[in-house]
């Protein structure tokens, strides 16, 4: 394929400037947690949890080493055009994953759904 041809492996600084980039989006996903954790206490506390959409989503991120690409976003793939897609409320069922891609197309249709 004419990407994997482009670069070959990276460099050790290109893995090590990519290693850190991985390890820092992970400190950032941690303080994601702990801020959904709190907002989920606080609409419990305030008995409106179960009257709640939670969503949660992000954008396509960023290739770090795959195909020898140190950072990019421009690659025609499944894995460039799909987002993660996570929902929280009332009418969906706990602990149920679906196999259906969602792209972010999909999400002013289902945010307007779910608002009926």
Avoid at 5 to 19: C, F, I, K, T, Y
Avoid at 26 to 45: I, P
């Amino acid at each position: 394929h004419w990407l994997t041809r482009q670069g070959g492996p990276l460099s050790d600084l290109a893995l090590a400037e990519v290693d850190e980039i991985f390890r820092n989006r992970w400190r950032t996903l941690l303080s994601v947690d702990d801020m959904v954790e709190s907002l989920v206490n606080r609409l419990e506390s305030e008995e409106l949890l179960d009257n709640t959409y939670l969503l949660y989503t992000s954008d396509h991120g960023y290739h770090l080493g795959e195909f020898g690409l140190p950072i990019d976003k421009r690659q025609p793939y499944e894995f460039d055009i799909r987002v993660p897609l996570i929902i929280r409320g009332p009418n969906i069922p706990a602990n149920t994953t679906s196999k259906v891609p969602a792209l972010m197309v999909d999400m002013h249709p289902t945010f307007l759904d779910i608002a009926g």
